[in-house]
């Protein structure tokens, strides 16, 4: 597997884990849970969301995971 592929999948999963700690926390908006810890919450996922966008803006100075093309083609390096 080559490093575009690995990151592309870790980006993938990433986005999965994301979207299901998004519907956990809606489930969380609609239960009986204490208004600071939804808060506290709340601010925790948004938090993370803004970090994973940063993560992924960076990664594609190394790598253009939308560029489905190069999948089993290495990259050559910056370094």
Do not use: W
């Amino acid at each position: 597997m080559t490093t575009l592929e690995i990151i592309s999948r870790l980006c993938a999963v990433t986005e999965t884990l994301s979207e299901i700690v998004k519907k956990q926390q809606e489930t969380i908006e609609r239960s009986k849970v204490e208004e600071e810890v939804k808060e506290e919450l709340r601010r925790m996922v948004n938090e993370t969301d803004r970090e994973l966008d940063v993560i992924e803006y960076h990664m594609r100075r190394h790598c253009d995971t939308d560029d489905v093309g190069a999948f089993g083609k290495e990259q050559p390096s910056d370094d």
